[in-house]
């Protein structure tokens, strides 16, 4: 065994060899040879320490993903790592707080409306009032989108300044809700597969909110895009085609 003012670090590892064998075996013949092969034995301990940590990290990992998933934490912690948000083109949103545009920030003719405000035909086949639009891209979108070509991702955009509100709808729809700073009117944008942005947060008009999907309530890709206006305490849902130039 080393001595500990000839070879400090040597004296140390003989003695950490030394307790962990006393441990599990104490018997001095035991020790001897542990002291003769303690860096084979040295090894063994650091591959057991880190298979170890493998092992509590991968434990970890499976029980916290479904927390992780059903709390809407793990979308979050995707939207500020994605790069799908990074250096867009400037789709020239007007900064405004009541909407002129609609949320894909495209000429309407490369969209194409899948149900309209109140829509009765939606009513009798889903048994609910369709308080909003819902929207899909078209061929020309796919084909000019310059935000598409260059994240090969549909990219729902903010229609007017304000405060972000991100969350789960009742039916597992990924929603932004975004009120304006007057206090005014709010748009709420349903079916995310991903969210760009996260609660509390302040943004302009054009900011990306999140990559479409067909989260909760849907039969496929679309965003459902709502406006409400504040009428005393109630908010209350009007046609967004009014908003759209």
């Known amino acids: 065994m080393y001595s500990f003012t000839r070879n400090p670090l040597g004296y140390i590892l003989d003695s950490i060899v030394a307790f962990v064998i006393n441990l599990f075996i104490p018997h001095p013949a035991i020790s001897f040879m542990a002291s003769r092969f303690r860096k084979p034995i040295l090894g063994c301990l650091v591959l057991f ?12 990992t499976l029980v916290l993903s479904p927390i992780l998933l059903t709390s809407g934490l793990f979308q979050k912690i995707i939207s500020i790592v ?14 405004v707080s009541i909407p002129t545009q609609n949320p894909f920030g495209v000429p309407f003719n490369s969209i194409t409306l899948t149900a309209g405000f109140m829509d009765p035909l939606y009513f009798i086949e889903f048994g609910r009032i369709h308080t909003g639009i819902d929207l ?39 929603t932004v809700e ?21 609660s509390g947060s ?31 305490e109630a908010w209350v849902p009007v046609n ?3 908003y759209m130039q």
């Open 49 to 60: 320490i880190i298979l170890g940590i493998f092992t509590f990290v991968t434990i970890g």
């Open 82 to 95: 994605s790069p799908a948000s990074q250096n867009l083109p400037n789709l020239g949103f007007a900064q």
């Open 136 to 174: 899909v891209p078209n061929e020309d979108y796919y084909q000019n989108n310059q935000s598409f070509k260059q994240t090969q991702q549909v990219i729902i955009f903010a229609t007017h300044s304000g405060t972000v509100s991100t969350y789960v709808d009742q039916y597992g729809g990924e």
């Open 178 to 198: 975004l009120t304006n700073n007057e206090g005014t009117l709010k748009t709420i944008y349903i079916h995310f597969s991903k969210f760009l942005v996260s």
């Open 202 to 232: 302040q943004i302009s008009a054009g900011t990306p909110l999140g990559v479409i999907g067909s989260t909760g309530f849907a039969t496929g890709d679309h965003v459902h895009y709502e406006i409400r206006v504040k009428n005393g």
């Open 240 to 242: 967004p085609l009014k």
